[in-house]
């Protein structure tokens, strides 16, 4: 999965409508669509990432209410588009898509690096949280 919640409280999980003809993958991060409805996030979208999609699901109609964890207050485990150096830890990334983190990438600075998981320069996954307050958001 993508970005796994790892310290959460059961109440992080909620339902909210998504647009329609949408396909959501469990794990990846979604974002409001300007519409008051959830869409798959991606890289360089400038905007804060409130949840992550709890089930694999296409939507059918708009206003389908589809499982999602919110991000306030829950630290991730993290898929990375490529290995993370040292230097990541502690910093601010970007997506590399909906259910990736860019680790080299710091434009909108919407996933915190907390650590590395495996070895720098091998891994491929970081432990951290989402913030708020994207620059261009």
Same mark, same amino acid.
């Given at each position: 999965m993508?970005?796994t ?7 992080? %999980?909620?339902?909210?409508? +998504? #647009?329609?003809?949408? /396909?959501? @993958?469990?794990?990846d &991060?979604?974002?409001?669509?300007g519409?008051?409805?959830?869409t ?36 991730? %485990?993290?898929?990375?588009? +490529? #290995?993370?150096?040292? /230097?990541? @830890?502690?910093?601010? &990334?970007d ?7 860019d680790?080299d ?16 320069a ?16």
């Amino acid at each position: 999965m993508a970005f796994t919640p790892i310290l959460y409280d059961q109440g992080k %999980l909620v339902r909210v409508a +998504a #647009a329609n003809s949408t /396909t959501f @993958v469990k794990g990846d &991060a979604v974002v409001d669509n300007g519409s008051g409805l959830l869409t798959t996030a991606s890289a360089g979208g400038n905007v804060d990432i409130r949840y992550i999609c709890m089930e694999s699901v296409t939507t059918t109609s708009s206003g389908q209410f589809i499982l999602c964890c919110s991000t306030d207050g829950v630290t991730f %485990l993290a898929d990375t588009d +490529a #290995a993370w150096a040292q /230097t990541d @830890v502690g910093t601010e &990334a970007d997506l590399a898509a909906a259910g990736q983190v860019d680790p080299d990438a710091s434009t909108d600075d919407v996933f915190y690096i907390e650590r590395g998981i495996g070895g720098a320069a091998v891994g491929t996954q970081v432990w951290g949280h989402f913030t708020r307050g994207v620059m261009n958001s």
